[in-house]
Nanobody, 123 residues
């Protein structure tokens, strides 16, 4: 049974930083591109970032480029999202995902989803 469990969400002031982590189990971690999506209240779920196994392919949404950084710990089956210079518009539930390639993840064709963790940025 595949499980993606996010942690690290919370409340932060605008301009601050937050780090999310996702622990993956039940899958061969190195076989998957990992990534993050988010969904703000009243909006559709949107792509945030994705990274291939060894980082050859890494993509970010334009809205987070230069502020967010995705990394992987392949030895411990974890994927992280460092979020800096946070804005009120970053408020959302953040989901950890696993997919076949970074291209499929970017296109929303995801094999597995986590339950999500809330990030709230106060202005």
């Amino acid at each position: 049974q595949v499980q993606l469990v996010e942690s690290g969400g919370g409340l932060v002031q605008a301009g601050g930083s937050l780090s999310l982590s996702c622990a993956a189990s039940g899958l061969t971690f190195s076989n998957y591109a990992m990534g993050w999506f988010r969904q703000a209240p009243g909006k559709e779920r949107e792509f945030v970032a994705t990274r291939s196994t060894y980082g050859v392919s890494t993509y970010y949404a334009d809205s987070v480029k230069g502020r967010f950084s995705i990394s992987r710990d392949n030895a411990n089956n974890r994927v992280n999202l460092q979020m800096n210079s946070l804005k009120a518009d970053d408020t959302a539930v953040y989901y950890c995902v696993a997919g076949q390639t970074t291209d499929t993840v970017r296109g929303g064709r995801v094999d597995y989803w986590g339950q999500g963790t809330q990030v709230t940025v106060s202005s």
